[in-house]
Nanobody, 116 residues
């Protein structure tokens, strides 16, 4: 399994950015796809994660501002980030999980910078 992430960049506070992530390869029918992020000096944290069944978990800090969607036909997930804040500045990592401890894949990090 391979993940290819794109998007991100720089925005001013209150602005918007989008991320996308596509995977190739075969995974099980039960899987989760989304993003984690890591700010300088901090641990990696969950941003949003969606199951293939449709359930989505958001970090409290992004609820109401970020929207995660999955296009199952394209094996792609999208993260729309609105009303960005400086504290959203971090390297964002696409993640795909299957069943079992080894079924955990990461895309390359994408930097999101929010500043005025």
């Amino acid at each position: 399994v391979q993940l290819q992430a794109s998007g991100g960049g720089s925005a001013q506070p209150g602005g918007s950015l989008g991320l996308s992530c596509a995977f190739s390869g075969r995974i099980g029918s039960t899987n989760f796809m989304g993003w984690y992020r890591q700010a300088p000096g901090k641990q990696r944290e969950l941003v949003a994660l969606a199951s293939n069944g449709g359930g989505i978990t958001y970090a409290d800090s992004v609820k109401g501002r970020f929207t995660l969607t999955r296009d199952r036909a394209k094996n792609t997930a999208y993260l729309q980030m609105n009303n960005l804040r400086p504290e959203d500045t971090a390297v964002h990592y696409c993640n795909l999980k299957g069943v079992g401890p080894q079924a955990n894949w990461w895309g390359q990090g994408t930097l999101v910078t929010v500043s005025s």
